[in-house]
């Protein structure tokens, strides 16, 4: 228990040490220790940044369906209503068309019968004119004329 | 009879507890053979065992951990990285909440403090008799001299029971505390600190008759700081050592006392586990304390 040179080498190699572990290995594992941590905190920043980009996504996906569903029940009204629009249009064309051609119909049976009445009064006319033609001949017999009158008659 | 077992027990404690001292003996450099021949030596000495296995234990320390700094990567830690970084940590998270200055050496020292003093505290844990008996057969003794306590072999392999060891790493601490009194504080303001305070007054005849009396109040708080911390630590490891020296005798007083010795030993190793620990904690956690108020700016 004499104190000795003893204390000055451990006083020295105290020293050396103190200086080795701050070069060699203090500062080479706080330094992987920090970054490891910046990287932990960047990680979990990450997955935050990720989880919130995919609410977004989702937000967003859900509003385009909304908006293509509400599109297309616009598209299919638009197109019933066209349908319908065209129908009618079909159903009016028919009509007006019917009643023209049911038009032109009477009309052409009212000139086919104008021209039977004129042919059939023609006809009268040449059959008077024959008759009287026939009862001015025959006016000196009349047993001639009976019988021509009676001829005229027969034939009318 | 009694007084013989008497002496041979005194000689084994003796034996236990001299250094392997290097010095000048009469025939001129060599090993002291006796207690007695290395208190002749004097102060131009060196405890080999001591300086050896302190400085033998600061390898391993630096080893283990310079081979872990090496390996130290950002990624996920494995094994013995893990057991370095959880030393690291838990060092750096003393300095961080003791010490409020801006040192970068600080945190280093701790970690060298802690582990290496844990390693020597560690060697109190090694039978007390296996390396002495180790050294003293390469030494060349014969069993029967080791066997009778005759040895002048001399091994004392835990250094923390050197006062030497624990002192002079405490006088280091104490040079750091003046470098940065006066590096922090200026010439002036670390001989205020210690000439102006507790006591002051106004009163410049006042004032200049408390000036002796607070430095003297003053160095004592000073000088106290190293050796409080040199000698708590030597003084626990020295009287833990005695413990398992008494506890070794009792191997030679027959199958009975043997066993009960055993016994003893078991539970005195397991509480000393705790003092190691506890020793080693203590000396790093009032180096950082020491270091911080020679920091600290009134």
């Keep these: 228990m004499n104190i000795n040179l003893t204390l000055f080498g451990q006083l020295i190699s105290f020293l050396f040490f103190i200086w080795f572990c701050k070069k060699f290995v203090w500062t080479a594992i706080i330094h992987s220790m920090e970054e490891r941590q910046k990287k932990i905190a960047d990680g979990l920043d990450a997955a935050d940044r990720a989880f919130r980009d995919l609410e977004l996504a989702q937000e967003k996906a859900t509003e385009r369906l909304k908006d293509a569903k509400q599109e297309a029940a616009a598209i299919i009204e638009q197109a019933n209503k066209r349908a319908n629009q065209i129908v009618d249009e079909a159903k009016e064309q028919a009509k007006t068309e019917g009643d023209r051609l049911k038009v032109a119909a009477q009309a052409e049976i009212e000139q086919e019968m104008n021209r039977a009445k004129e042919e059939l009064r023609e006809s009268v006319a040449t059959l008077a004119l024959a008759g009287a033609e026939k009862i001015l001949k025959a006016n000196i017999d009349e047993s001639t004329n009976r019988a021509l009158v009676d001829d005229l008659a027969a034939q009318l | ?298």
């Design chain 2, 1 to 298: 009879m009694a007084g013989e077992t008497q002496e041979a027990g005194t000689g084994y404690i003796q034996h236990h507890l001299t250094n392997l001292t290097y010095g000048q003996t009469e025939h001129g450099w060599g090993f002291a053979h006796s207690a007695q021949e290395a208190a002749e030596m004097g102060f131009m000495s060196v405890n080999v065992d001591s300086l050896g296995w302190s400085i033998a234990l600061a390898v391993v320390f630096s080893f283990l951990f310079r081979l872990g700094a090496k390996r130290a990567t950002s990624g996920v830690p494995t094994g013995m990285q893990n057991f370095i970084e959880m030393m690291v940590e838990f060092v750096d998270g003393t300095v961080k909440d003791s010490f409020h200055g801006r040192n970068p050496w600080i945190a280093p020292m701790a970690l060298t403090i802690f582990v290496w003093v844990f390693f020597m505290n560690l060697m109190d844990l090694v039978p007390v008799d296996v390396l002495p008996v180790i050294a003293a057969l390469i030494n060349g003794e014969s069993w029967e001299v080791i066997s009778s306590g005759r040895s002048h072999t001399y091994m004392k392999v835990v250094p923390s029971t050197d006062p030497n060891i624990t002192l002079g790493m405490a006088l280091a601490i104490f040079g750091m505390i003046i470098y940065y009194s006066i590096k922090v504080k200026g010439i002036g303001g670390f001989v205020g600190e210690l000439t102006l305070q507790p006591f002051s007054a106004k009163n410049p005849i006042v004032q200049a008759i408390f000036i002796p009396i607070n430095l003297a109040l003053e160095l004592v708080g000073l000088l106290a700081k190293p050796f409080s911390l040199g000698l708590r630590l030597f003084g626990n490891m020295y009287a833990g050592e005695m413990i398992f020296i008494l506890i070794a005798m009792m191997y030679g007083g027959g199958l009975l006392l043997g066993a009960f010795g055993g016994v003893l030993q078991l539970g005195w190793a397991i509480f000393h586990i705790l003092i190691i620990t506890l020793q080693a904690f203590i000396f790093m956690v009032l180096t950082i304390v020491y270091l911080s108020m020679a920091h600290e700016d009134h």
